[in-house]
Each structure stands twice: as C-alpha cells, then as structure tokens.
C-alpha cells in the first residue's frame, strides 16, 4: 500500500512539473530584445523630469486574457505624473502574444519597468540621433487605435532622403547577404509585421516568416533603418498595421558562383 501511495505521488509530481514546464508566459510580440529595442527609440523623457534632475524607476503590473489584451493596468511604483504618464504611453503601444498551456492560450500576468535615468538617456539620444519625435503629418489620431492597411484614407509609404530610389532600390543597396546563408545556400522569404506609429517609426516589431542563416536578422536591420510617412484616416495620422517581404535568394552566375539576389515589397 505504501509503495503504491509512493508511486502515484511521484507521477502526480511528475505530470505537475510536465505541465509547468508546458506553460509558455504571455510575451510582447517580437519577443523582449526587440521591446528593448522599441523603448530605446520611443522613449522621450519629460522636460520638466530633466529639469528637476529626477530619476527612478516606474513599474505597471498588469493582466492579458486568452485573446492577448491588456487589462487591470496598476502602478506598483510611480515617479512624477509626467514620468509614470510616458512609462503608461510607451506600455499601451505594445502588443502581446498571449500565454500558453500545452498550446491552449491561458490567462497571465507581469510587470513592466521604466528606468529614467538622464546620463543613460543623453547617451541613447546620441546614439539614435533624436531627442523628441518629429511628426511629418499631423494632426494625429490619439485613440491609439490600429487600422488596417486597406482602411484609410492614405497608406504608409518608405521616405527617401533621394526621391529617385524606392523600397526595392534601398534594400538592394543596403542588403548585405549574411555569410552563412551564402555558405549554406540558403534563400526564402523573410516576412516582417510592424506597426507604423504616427510620427513615423515603427513599433511591434516581429518575424512572420522566418528564414534562418542570419536573413532574420539582416531583415530586421534593414527594416529599422526605414522612415514612414504614417498613414492617414480622416486627416489624420494613424497607427497602421503594416507587413514587409524581403526574397533572399542565390543565382548561379556565368562564372558559376552564387550571386545574392534580393526582392521586397510591403502592403498590409
């Protein structure tokens, strides 16, 4: 009897650890290095934050249903109304795939920090060439609502400091065929879905279509170094869900070497 109770403890533990390990957490999509990567380029401290020389952490704990939205937004720590307003701005921009038992979705909670700290954002704004955001449309839709492609009035399109290059010219130019994917001969489609924010950068970041030996990689590089014209609904600049190829491929030349070959487009 005893070895019996035993036996049925050990599976009871066992398939409770089996379907621990089974859960996968609610994640923002594209995954947290490209989070970093979007809080980096969207984040604006508050002027009078820097005035103030104020610094600090600001952290939300929230909740995502089954379907990935967000809700019960708290403040577990607050700054200034101006620092826990942009942390919230910058929170409500993402989006999330929701969490995962044995592939069912399931609900699931988190936190989300915010650090201001003003050497580390005088740095950042070196480095990403901007210390607010310019706007090339407005006004703007401040509903934070996101539209399909095919639902406005004007659709995003790629700005060019060169007014004779497009989509196609540009990432031809810029490619650069990663060397394993020459050495392995790899080619396929790279397939990215995006948002495009109101002033013109985009958010959300993440791989719809993956092709591996470094062209995801060198996808998203490309990607990010584009700028938007935002769409446009009603007279005013809108969040618009956006996708874009890029076709890695090899052909064989007259020398009989591979040579990269590269195709883009974008729409909704």
């Known amino acids: ?19 621990a390990q089974e859960i996968v957490p609610a994640s923002p999509c594209g995954g947290k290095p490209q989070l970093k990567y979007f809080i980096e380029q969207e984040l604006i401290y508050p002027e009078k934050a820097l005035n103030q020389n104020l610094e600090g952490d600001v ?4 909740k995502i249903n089954e379907k ?33 038992r044995l592939g069912i ?15 580390k954002y005088n740095r950042l704004c ?9 706007m090339p449309f407005e006004p703007i839709d401040t509903s934070r609502l996101v539209y399909q492609y095919r639902n406005l009035h004007v659709a995003p399109y790629p700005i060019f400091t060169n007014s004779n290059i497009n989509l196609a010219g540009f990432i031809a130019a810029n ?10 001969n790899v080619s396929g489609t790279v397939k990215l879905g995006f948002i495009v924010e109101p002033h013109g950068k985009i ?6 279509n993956s092709v591996g030996a470094g062209c995801n990689e060198e996808a998203i590089r490309l990607v990010r170094l584009l700028k938007w014209m935002p769409g446009v609904r009603d007279n005013m ?30 729409g909704g």
């Not at 952290?59 to 929230?62: E, G, K, N």
């Not at 070196?126 to 310019?134: A, D, F, I, T």
């Open 175 to 184: 490619l650069k065929y990663p060397d394993a994917a020459i050495k392995q």
């Open 237 to 266: 600049a809108v969040r618009t869900r956006m996708s874009i190829s890029i076709n890695f491929s090899l052909e064989q030349g007259p020398d009989g070497n591979f040579n990269p070959n590269v195709k883009s487009s974008y």
């Open 126 to 134: 070196k480095s990403r060439g901007y210390k607010y955001h310019l």
């Open 203 to 208: 958010s959300n970041l993440t791989v719809l």
């Open 68 to 100: 990935g939205q967000v809700a019960n937004v708290i403040f577990l720590n607050r700054l200034s109304p101006e620092c826990d307003a942009e942390a919230k701005r910058i929170f409500d921009m993402i989006e999330w795939v929701p969490a995962t």
């Open 1 to 19: 009897m005893n070895k019996l109770l035993l036996i049925s403890g050990l599976l009871l533990f066992f398939v409770i650890r089996l379907a």
């Open 105 to 119: 979705t399931i609900p699931d909670s988190g936190t989300f920090n915010i650090n201001f700290n003003i050497k």
């Open 59 to 62: 952290s939300l704990r929230y």
